[in-house]
């Protein structure tokens, strides 16, 4: 349950950038990797909760999963890891390196545009 320390440290960060720009934040992507992947319901509730009383306070987020990838030692092949096969899908060999996992990433922050 690394959520709410998750979603705090979002928050926080979009607090920041908001302040810079004087303007409302609307919406957030984040992006998150298979290791330390955020389960969307517990982070939704878990945004809310920390965004209560803030400027960030009703966004909307947006959770990405960024898929493993793996790398096949035998023919190089590096492909998406599917949990369920385990092995390389072009030769079939199961004798394979996961390549780093994506990090949590916030993406993108949009604010409300005054002008339109
Ligand atoms: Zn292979």
Avoid: W
Avoid at 22 to 41: H, M, T, V, W, Y
């Amino acid at each position: 349950m690394h959520e709410t320390a998750v979603a705090q440290s979002i928050v926080e960060t979009i607090l920041v950038e908001a302040k810079k720009i004087d303007k409302k934040p609307i919406r957030a992507k984040i992006s998150c990797g298979q290791f330390n992947a955020l389960n969307d319901e517990v982070m939704e509730f878990a945004f809310d909760v920390a965004s209560q009383d803030t400027a960030c306070k009703g966004m909307k987020l947006e959770i990405h999963h960024v898929p493993l990838r793996a790398n096949c030692k035998k023919c190089q092949n590096e492909f998406e890891f599917d949990i369920y096969s385990g092995s390389c899908p072009t030769c079939g060999n199961s004798e394979i390196e996961f390549v780093p996992d994506a990090p949590l990433l916030l993406e993108e922050i949009e604010f409300e545009d005054e002008d339109s």
